[in-house]
């Protein structure tokens, strides 16, 4: 069973910032695009940002494009998600997942509230 470990989630105001981590095995992080996903209550679980295993492809939902931001640190095996400008509607639990796999992290909550 691969186990993918998730941080950095927490309470935070309207327009500020959070970085998520997730620590992967080494031998499935070096050879897959990792990616995030969040779910909100009571909607489906929405892709958010995905990064290629050499970290110079990267993919974003239009609803997060400019705010937030993919990366990758292949020598510590652990993907990041940057997430800036936060806005109420970002609140949700947030996934990291080893792309066209069926590979999750536990969720970290994100919540966006003054």
């Known amino acids: 069973q691969v186990q993918l470990v998730e941080s950095g989630g927490g309470l935070v105001q309207p327009g500020g910032s959070l970085r998520l981590s997730c620590a992967a095995p080494?031998?499935?992080?070096?050879?897959?695009?990792m990616g995030w996903y969040r779910e909100a209550p009571g909607k489906q679980r929405e892709f958010i940002a995905s990064?290629?295993?050499?970290?110079?492809?990267?993919t974003y939902a239009d609803s997060v494009k400019g705010r937030f931001t993919i990366s990758r640190d292949n020598a510590k095996n652990t993907v990041f998600l940057q997430m800036n400008s936060l806005k109420p509607e970002d609140t949700a639990v947030y996934y990291c997942?080893?792309?066209?796999?069926?590979?999750w992290g536990q969720g970290t909550q994100v919540t966006v509230s003054s």
């Open positions: 080494r031998i499935i992080f070096s050879a897959y695009t």
């Open positions: 990064i290629a295993p050499s970290g110079g492809d990267t």
């Open positions: 997942n080893v792309v066209a796999t069926n590979f």
